[in-house]
């Protein structure tokens, strides 16, 4: 993906119910080529897992296109390398 000041991102509002009943709230932020829900499905599942939070539902109930707008250079990085990124908003420790 490319850098630049003007490159727009998806950011998607997501909250998922823990293994202990409490609620994860995270974006996963992600380029705006990405059409395809199922890709940023995966992106929140892999995030899930890197948390021990592997097989709580991750669908349009819990993961929603919230709003679009410039990419942050603090996300650029990791956006190349991985795809997406993820910003952790609450409960997500």
Known sequence: MKETTNRKIKVWDTYVTKKDGSIMHFDIIAPTEITDTATIYKYGKSYLKSKDQEGQSLTANQCRLCH???????????????????????GCD
């Open 68 to 90: 679009i707008e410039n990419l942050r250079p603090e996300w650029g990085a990791e956006i190349t390398e991985k795809g997406y990124f993820i910003i952790e908003m609450e």
